[in-house]
Structure formats: structure tokens, C-alpha cells
């Protein structure tokens, strides 16, 4: 019964998240339902295991959460994020010509604004609320139909910003627990981020002119709020500082994720105050605090449902069955790493899980540190954002769209492209041992 309580666990999990249920419940329910199929100890499963790795990830998360949530309202309040967006567009859009030019640029635009963002400390979560009103405005300028709003914001929020070399995010932090730094793979890392923007745009664009000329246009929904403009525009260079002072917290002093993003904070309200205020502090305090909890206790849950699958004796076999599969070791990095993720439905939570366990292995087999590091990392990007996961539920809900139509180009962004990207990383580092 081990393998069927797994299989229906998982798919229970996928199902319950389909339908908006609450990560934390879903995931126990997937718990519970595992330890009753497979006959487990339900006292130490749920309570010791589920909530002992439950409070375990939620206590090392949520103050990079926490912080992460504050700055993005920061940014948000004093009309910093805004900013960006503008100003990357406004760049962009000068070198359009025709209508496809247009089309892509305006993808390009979301995409890099949305990365910059999150590449600044942001959490990706958190940074689709934060992108949202300024991608509407970015699309009605465009013409870009709506529908393919959360395929561009998730273009530059789950994929190369969470794996690329020296991000912030969960995905690259939590693989420097296996030794390694938080740029190994320089090279390559920024090959496969550019190798998924060619993908994603001009993907994108090819859709876009199809959807155009069979006569869609943007269309704001009810609840959207366009031109939502602040009273002074903020300087780029001024905007970023603080993001520049946490990437180089993070990556030169080598300070912990947590504590870099929480001085980037108080290098944001000393930059912004003039925009800010007390009122506005107040707020992105508030506001913040209480906006880190949700992906915190999402982790945190699926995490618990994870620990409880693990001591189910059949997922070890299937771990050990594909750890000394005849498999090539790159392809059972990628594919491991790969399909962890996609049952877990987070890039971070599978990265998590898995390293751990297969590194060893891999480091046997002849991979080193940086490689599994960096193309892990990619590879964990590559599958977990099935329209089961709870991130792709939260971004399509936020856009008012129905699955059906926000899906397909999310699905072009955070699969195809991010596929493409690993595939990219890869090669690079196979063929090019030696750089950095």
C-alpha cells in the first residue's frame, strides 16, 4: 500500500490546491490520508513529523519572508517599484517600430521588471502583487491582450530570478546548503537567464500577433485600476540603491539572506522617506508582516507533507531506484530535482528535499558542487509550476483570469523556457568546465 498511498497523496495534494483549498490544510490532508493508506503511526506522523518539519521551515523562512514582504511594500508605497517599470519601459519602447516590435518589448519590459524586482530581495510571491498594476499599464500601452499578463510577470518571477547566479531568492539560497556559494555558475547561470528571455519573448509575441489578429485587445477587468501614476516619479538610479546594497550584503560580505534583505529595508526608508513618510512606514510595516505569513506557512505546510511521505519505506525506493538508474548523472540531477518539485509544486520546497539526498550521490558519480548547484537550481524551476501549484493558483487569481486562459502562457514562460534555460546551463557547464 506504500506506492498507492503516495500516488494518492500526491495527487490529493494536486487536487485540493486546483480548487483554491488552503495550502496549509491541503497538505495536511495529503499528510493525513498517507499515514492512513500506508498504515503509519498517526500521533507521530502528524504531529511529530508534519508539525516538527512544519515549524522547523517556518522558523528558518519566515524572516527572510518577513523582511522580503516589508521591502516590497516599501517599494510599492513610495512608488519606487512603479518607478522601474516605467522607466525600463519607457527605454524599451522607444526601439519599437511595428506592431511585433511592440508586442515583444512590452513582454521584455514586465519580464525585467518583475526580475529586477525580485532580484533585489523581493519575494517572488510577493513581487506579482507588486508588478501587477504596473504590467496593466504596461499591456494598454502595448495592446497585449490581458491573458497574457501572469505569463510575463512569471516570466521574470519564477524562473532565472530564482535560479540565476547571486539571487536572493529561497531556490538559490537553499542550494548553498550543500557548500557552495551563491554565484557558482556565473557564466552559465547568465546564459541559461538569457537563453529563457529569448524563449519566453519570442514565444510570446508569436502568440500575441495570432491572438491580435483574430481580433483580441487588452481588456482591463473589473477591478483593475490603470494609470495609477505617483504624485513624482523616483529617479532609477535613486530606486535601486537599496537593492544594490542587498545584493552586495548577500553576495560580497556574504551576510545571511535574512539580515542582508532586513538592512536593504533601512537603506529604502532613509532613500524614499521624502515618499514615504511615517503613514506609509507604518503601513509597509504592517502590511508586510502580515503578507509574509501566506508563503511562509505555504512552505512550511508542504514541507510537513513532504516529511511525512519520506517515511513511507516505498519513497525511498523510488528515490534509490532513480539515484542508481543507468541514467547519465546530469540527466538524473535534472529530472530528480525536476519531479520533486513538480510534486511539491515549489521550486524551493523540492530544492529542499531533494539536494540533500542526491548530492552525495552525484558527487560520486563525478558532478561537482557548482554544477549541481547551478543546474539544480535551473532544473528546480523547470516543473514546479503545474496548474496545481499554489503560486500559479495565486498569480492566475490575482490577474481575475480563469485557468484556461491565464494558463497556457504561464505554461510557455515557467515549463518551455525554463526547460530551454536548464538545457542551456547544462551544456555550458559540461563543455566549459573551467569558467567561472
Same mark, same amino acid.
Given at each position: 500500500m506504500g506506492y498507492a498511498a503516495l500516488i494518492f497523496g500526491f495527487l490529493l495534494l494536486a487536487a485540493?490546491?486546483?480548487?483554491?483549498?488552503?495550502?496549509?490544510?491541503?497538505?495536511?490532508?495529503?499528510?493525513?490520508?498517507v499515514a492512513v493508506l500506508a498504515s503509519l503511526p498517526l500521533t507521530e506522523a502528524l504531529i511529530d513529523v508534519f508539525f516538527g518539519r512544519f515549524g522547523t521551515i517556518a522558523g528558518s523562512m519566515f524572516p527572510m519572508f518577513l523582511f522580503g514582504s516589508i521591502l516590497a511594500k516599501i517599494y510599492t508605497g513610495s512608488g519606487a517599484a512603479y518607478s522601474i517599470a516605467e522607466t525600463v519601459g519607457y527605454h524599451l519602447f522607444r526601439f519599437a517600430k511595428t506592431e511585433k516590435q511592440k508586442y515583444a518589448l512590452g513582454f521584455l519590459s514586465v519580464i525585467f521588471s518583475a526580475a529586477i524586482i525580485c532580484y533585489g530581495g523581493i519575494n517572488a510571491a510577493v513581487a506579482l502583487l507588486t508588478i501587477y498594476p504596473i504590467a496593466l499599464n504596461i499591456f494598454q500601452r502595448a495592446g497585449i491582450p490581458k491573458r497574457?499578463?501572469?505569463?510575463?510577470?512569471?516570466?521574470?518571477?519564477?524562473?532565472?530570478?530564482?535560479?540565476?547566479?547571486?539571487?536572493?531568492?529561497?531556490?538559490n539560497v537553499v542550494a548553498m546548503e550543500i557548500g557552495t556559494s551563491s554565484a557558482v555558475g556565473l557564466v552559465a547561470g547568465f546564459v541559461g537567464a538569457i537563453v529563457e528571455i529569448i524563449v519566453m519573448v519570442a514565444i510570446l509575441t508569436f502568440l500575441c500577433i495570432r491572438a491580435t489578429n483574430?481580433?483580441?485587445?487588452?481588456?482591463?477587468?473589473?477591478?483593475?485600476?490603470?494609470?495609477?501614476?505617483?504624485?513624482?516619479?523616483?529617479g532609477f538610479f535613486r530606486c535601486i540603491l537599496p537593492l544594490l546594497a542587498l545584493l552586495i550584503l548577500f553576495n560580497y560580505f556574504k551576510l545571511n539572506i535574512a539580515l542582508a534583505i532586513l538592512?536593504?529595508?533601512?537603506?529604502?526608508?532613509?532613500?524614499?522617506?521624502?515618499?514615504?513618510?511615517?503613514e506609509k512606514i507604518l503601513y509597509s510595516l504592517?502590511?508586510?508582516?502580515?503578507?509574509?505569513?501566506?508563503?511562509?506557512?505555504?512552505?512550511?505546510g508542504i514541507n510537513g507533507f513532504a516529511a511525512v511521505a519520506q517515511t513511507v519505506p516505498e519513497y525511498e525506493k523510488i528515490i534509490n531506484g532513480l539515484l542508481t538508474s543507468s541514467l547519465p548523472p546530469v540527466l538524473m540531477l535534472i529530472l530528480?530535482?525536476?519531479?520533486?518539485?513538480?510534486? *511539491?509544486?515549489?521550486? +524551493? !520546497?523540492?530544492?529542499? %528535499? @531533494?539536494?540533500p539526498v542526491i548530492t552525495p550521490v552525484l558527487t560520486g558519480l563525478g558532478l561537482s558542487l557548482p554544477f549541481i548547484h547551478r543546474v539544480g537550481t535551473f532544473a528546480a524551476t523547470m516543473l514546479d509550476s503545474i496548474p496545481s501549484?499554489?503560486?500559479?493558483?495565486?498569480?492566475?487569481?490575482?490577474?481575475?483570469?480563469?485557468?484556461?486562459?491565464?494558463?497556457?502562457?504561464?505554461?510557455?514562460? *515557467?515549463?518551455?523556457? +525554463? !526547460?530551454?534555460?536548464? %538545457? @542551456?546551463?547544462?551544456?555550458?557547464m559540461s563543455l566549459f568546465p573551467m569558467l567561472p
Open positions: 485540493l490546491c486546483l480548487f483554491n483549498i488552503n495550502a496549509v490544510v491541503a497538505a495536511f490532508a495529503a499528510a493525513f490520508s497574457f499578463i501572469m505569463g510575463a510577470i512569471c516570466g521574470g518571477a519564477f524562473t532565472f530570478a530564482l535560479s540565476g547566479p547571486g539571487s536572493p531568492q529561497p531556490t483574430q481580433g483580441e485587445t487588452f481588456a482591463p477587468g473589473p477591478k483593475d485600476i490603470l494609470n495609477n501614476k505617483t504624485d513624482k516619479k523616483i538592512l536593504s529595508c533601512v537603506v529604502a526608508v532613509m532613500v524614499f522617506y521624502p515618499e514615504l513618510r511615517k504592517n502590511e508586510g508582516a502580515f503578507q509574509a505569513l501566506l508563503p511562509t506557512v505555504t512552505i512550511a530528480s530535482i525536476a519531479l520533486i518539485c513538480m510534486i *511539491t509544486g515549489g521550486s +524551493t !520546497t523540492g530544492a529542499q %528535499i @531533494a539536494l501549484s499554489g503560486a500559479i493558483i495565486m498569480a492566475i487569481n490575482i490577474a481575475g483570469l480563469k485557468m484556461k486562459e491565464g494558463y497556457p502562457p504561464v505554461f510557455v514562460s *515557467t515549463i518551455i523556457a +525554463t !526547460t530551454a534555460g536548464t %538545457i @542551456a546551463v547544462a551544456f555550458t
